[in-house]
C-alpha cells in the first residue's frame, strides 16, 4: 500500500534559520506529492505541490523537489519566520487507479519559529 | 479554503448520543472527502463520496455514517456505535475525476469532544 513517512517533531528554530523537513513515500507507479500546513485549530492548507519526477513545487518561500530515485519529497525554506510556526504535512495521491484519488499523509511535523 | 463551510466549529456529545457534522461547498466541486485527526497524528480517512448519492468507506469508518443527497452537502454522523469520537473532523473537496492531479482542499474542521 501507499505510505508516507515523515521527519519526527517538534522542530525549533530561531527566526532566519534554514528549514529541512524530510518526507519519504513509498507508492505504486508516480504519485503526486503534496505538502500541506496546518496552523492552530485551523484546517489544513495546500502549501505546494509537485506532479511528476523532478518537478519542484514553490510557494512563500518554500520548496519541495519531487526525487523518483530517492522517493522523496523533502520540504525546505532559506530563512524562517515566527509566522512560520505551524504542522507540516506530507501527502501523496496515486497517479492511477487508487479510488476517488485518496490523500495518503504523514503524522506531521511541528514547527516552532523563535524571535 | 473558502468555499468550504463546516459547522459548529466546537461540538459536545453525550454518551450514547449520535451527532451531525455538517460540510457545505459552493465549490462545484465533485469529491467530499471527511477525516479525523487526532493529537499529535495524522489525518485518517473515514469515508468519501465521488458523486451524488454515492459513498465509500475509507479506513475507519466503524461508528460512522454519511450522506450524499446533494453536491453541495456531505454531512457526517457520528454514531454512539463510535466508541472514542474524541477528535479533530476535517471535511475536504476535489475538483475533478479519478484521473486528475487536483490537490484536495479543506474547511476549518470541527472539533468534537465527549461530556
Known amino acids: ?115 | 479554503d473558502g468555499g468550504i463551510t463546516q459547522s459548529p466549529k466546537y461540538l459536545f456529545r453525550k454518551e450514547g448520543q449520535n451527532v451531525t457534522l455538517s460540510c457545505e461547498q459552493n465549490l462545484n466541486h465533485d469529491a467530499m472527502y471527511w477525516y479525523r485527526q487526532d493529537p499529535g497524528q495524522g489525518l485518517r480517512l473515514i469515508y468519501y463520496s465521488q458523486i451524488v448519492n454515492d459513498f465509500q468507506k475509507g479506513d475507519i469508518a466503524e461508528g460512522y455514517s454519511v450522506s450524499r443527497e446533494k453536491k453541495e452537502s456531505f454531512p457526517l454522523t457520528v454514531t454512539s456505535a463510535q466508541k472514542n469520537p474524541t477528535a479533530f473532523y476535517l471535511c475536504a473537496t476535489r475538483t475533478g475525476g479519478r484521473t486528475t492531479n487536483q490537490p484536495q482542499h479543506f474547511g476549518d474542521g470541527t472539533r468534537l469532544s465527549i461530556l
Open chain 1, 1 to 115: 500500500g501507499n505510505s508516507v513517512t515523515q521527519m519526527e517533531g517538534p522542530v525549533t528554530l530561531s527566526e532566519e534559520a534554514f528549514l529541512t523537513i524530510n518526507c519519504t513515500y513509498t507508492a505504486t507507479g508516480y504519485p503526486s506529492l503534496f505538502w500541506y500546513v496546518q496552523y492552530p485549530g485551523e484546517g489544513l492548507q495546500l502549501l505546494l505541490k509537485a506532479t511528476k519526477a523532478d518537478d519542484k513545487g514553490s510557494n512563500k518561500g518554500f520548496e519541495a523537489t519531487y526525487r523518483k530515485e530517492t522517493t522523496s519529497f523533502h520540504l525546505e525554506k532559506g530563512s524562517v519566520q515566527v509566522s512560520d510556526s505551524a504542522v507540516y504535512f506530507c501527502a501523496l495521491t496515486p497517479r492511477a487507479g487508487g479510488s476517488a484519488r485518496q490523500l495518503t499523509f504523514g503524522s506531521g511535523t511541528q514547527l516552532t519559529v523563535l524571535p
